[in-house]
């Protein structure tokens, strides 16, 4: 995050589906970085701040897509 100015984005993603790797890894990097906060993104079933893509439902390779931004302002 230190690298990210106030209100810049950070997009992680994988092309695998193991909780390490997608909603655990998203929670520890918002536990760790507390000046992020998620961001909805545009996915094929509505916006969502994680976003999967399946290849039996979507038609393309495993996906999985998180965005977070940068706060203004520190919390609390």
């Known amino acids: ?3 990210l100015r106030a209100g810049g984005r950070l997009v992680y993603s994988v092309c695998t589906f193991p909780r390490a790797e997608t909603d ?3 929670d ?3 536990r760790r970085v507390p000046e992020l906060e998620p961001v909805e993104i545009a996915g094929p079933d509505g916006p969502a701040d994680r976003v999967r893509l ?7 390779d495993a ?3 998180a965005a977070f931004r940068r706060r203004e302002t520190a919390p609390g």
């Open 63 to 65: 996906m999985f897509v």
């Open 28 to 30: 520890a990097i918002l």
């Open 1 to 3: 995050a230190g690298l």
């Open 54 to 60: 399946w290849p039996h439902r979507h038609g393309c």
């Open 24 to 26: 655990a890894a998203c």
